[in-house]
């Protein structure tokens, strides 16, 4: 979604009164990439959730947990979200940056989320198996650590389960296809539900 969108987005919330605001901050798995956005998970999950609660996709294709924190600052003073959903670091583990960087970029957005009072609630992401398993398996342990250092929810995303599927997964491998946009928003929804239930 562009900017100017999310403007838009602004004023139309602003008339609004809403339980909470869930802000996605993610990469082309929200942004709908290769999909008609429309048929994408976010949208999905905004279709169960509102008028109760606003979904605000602030997804960009390509981003990795480097631009993704550039962007956050400004996103929760804008739109002062209750949650918001950090669905990065796909990229930096396709461009094979740093583990470790990109541990700290979440980190830090975890941080500044509760500095903004927004529970942040982290998604669970996984390489495809091509990228070798030492490096994948790594990589794929740094979201359920993070989760439980900081004991936020974490939403976990099954790559090999949609891989297995067929027509689940696009023909670069990597972005899933209209058909398995339900089982990602059904993950998502699932974690979230059980956060609000928590709430007093």
Same mark, same amino acid.
């Given at each position: 979604?562009?900017?100017?969108? $999310?403007?838009? =987005? ?11 605001? $869930? ?7 929200? %942004? ?14 905004? *279709? ?6 606003? /979904? ?13 924190? %550039?962007?956050?600052?400004? $996103? =929760? ?26 541990? *700290? ?46 004991? /936020? ?29 339900? /089982? ?17």
């Amino acid at each position: 979604m562009r900017f100017s969108k $999310l403007l838009v =987005l602004l004023f139309f919330l602003a008339g609004n009164s809403y339980a909470s605001t $869930l802000l996605v901050l993610g990469d082309s798995l929200s %942004a709908g990439y290769g999909i008609n956005p429309d048929n994408g998970w976010v949208n999905l999950l905004r *279709a169960d959730l509102e008028p109760k609660h606003a /979904i605000i996709n602030a997804s960009i294709s390509g981003d990795t947990t480097g631009n993704g924190l %550039a962007r956050l600052p400004v $996103l =929760l003073k804008k739109f002062k979200p209750t949650y918001v959903l950090l669905e990065l670091g796909g990229n930096d583990g396709l461009r094979g940056h740093p583990l470790s960087k990109m541990k *700290a970029n979440l980190q830090t957005m975890i941080d500044l989320c509760r500095k903004h009072n927004a529970q942040p609630i982290l998604f669970a992401m996984r390489l495809p198996p091509n990228y070798g398993k030492r490096y994948s398996d790594t990589f794929a342990q740094v979201f359920p650590t993070l989760a439980e250092e900081q004991l /936020i929810p974490l939403v976990p995303f099954q790559f090999e389960k949609l891989v297995l599927m067929e027509g689940m997964i696009q023909q670069d491998g990597i972005h899933p296809t209209e058909p398995a946009q339900p /089982i990602i928003k059904q993950a998502v929804l699932t974690a979230f539900e059980k956060l609000l239930n928590n709430q007093p």
